[in-house]
T-cell receptor, first 111, second 112 residues
Framework: LAKTTQPISMDSYEGQEVNITCSHN???????ITWYQQFPSQGPRFIIQ???TKVTNEVASLFIPADRKSSTLSLPRVSLSDTAVYYC????????????FGGGTRLMVKP | DGGITQSPKYLFRKEGQNVTLSCEQN?????MYWYRQDPGQGLRLIYY???????QKGDIAEGYSVSREKKESFPLTVTSAQKNPTAFYLC???????????FGAGTRLSVL
């Protein structure tokens, strides 16, 4: 399973764009990149998933360079309610669908 | 109302006691998972099941047991062999896309 590396924590202010980068140097050809958000005492919630290039949904954008060795989650105009832990995961069906959650990135949005 | 339901929300275990955490899903997912989360840490996989009547150990299966007799249900038993059971337990299901898992609200287990 590909190992991921993310910053432990980040601070931002309301209204700013936040970019969280994840490194996954040994990502396999059939691995997807998936991001989850977790609030305290709740289960993680799926945010976005991609394989290559750029993916955008109503919540976030995911940028994946051609070599796929990293990815960047972009949260536009964050609010206080975006304060949470964000996890980057890589994996594919061939891995038995097992996912490894690292420590994630603790995002603190300040007023 | 579709989703994953975990119960109870809070659970207390006495010394030497086995306790069972419930997880039910109505999303028609084939795969189900149990994770453990300690304070300030990420999630660690305990057991997972990709199909009824089959399950596999995850990274920290010792002291835990599971069953998968029905597609909708994947209960986790924390046995007396688990010496440090205090944690937040999360159940998830998946199967509608690559690696997307849907999580329940969690059960917080404490030792009396």
């Amino acid at each position: 399973l590909a190992k991921t590396t993310q910053p432990i924590s980040m601070d931002s202010y309301e209204g700013q764009e936040v970019n969280i980068t994840c490194s996954h140097n040994n990502i396999a050809t059939n691995d997807y990149i998936t991001w989850y958000q977790q609030f305290p005492s709740q289960g993680p919630r799926f945010i976005i998933q991609g394989y290559k290039t750029k993916v955008t949904n109503e919540v976030a954008s995911l940028f994946i360079p051609a070599d796929r060795k990293s990815s960047t989650l972009s949260l536009p105009r964050v609010s206080l309610s975006d304060t949470a832990v964000y996890y980057c995961l890589v994996g594919g069906w061939n891995a038995g669908n097992m996912l490894t959650f690292g420590g994630g990135t603790r995002l603190m949005v300040k007023p | 109302d579709g989703g994953i339901t975990q119960s109870p929300k809070y659970l207390f275990r006495k010394e030497g006691q086995n306790v069972t955490l419930s997880c039910e899903q109505n999303l028609n997912h084939d795969a189900m998972y149990w994770y453990r989360q300690d304070p300030g840490q990420g999630l660690r996989l305990i057991y997972y099941s990709q199909i009824v009547n089959d399950f596999q150990k995850g990274d920290i299966a010792e002291g835990y047991s599971v069953s998968r007799e029905k597609k909708e249900s994947f209960p986790l038993t924390v046995t007396s062999a688990q010496k440090n059971p205090t944690a937040f337990y999360l159940c998830a299901s998946g199967g509608d896309s690559e690696n997307i898992q849907y999580f329940g609200a969690g059960t917080r287990l404490s030792v009396l």
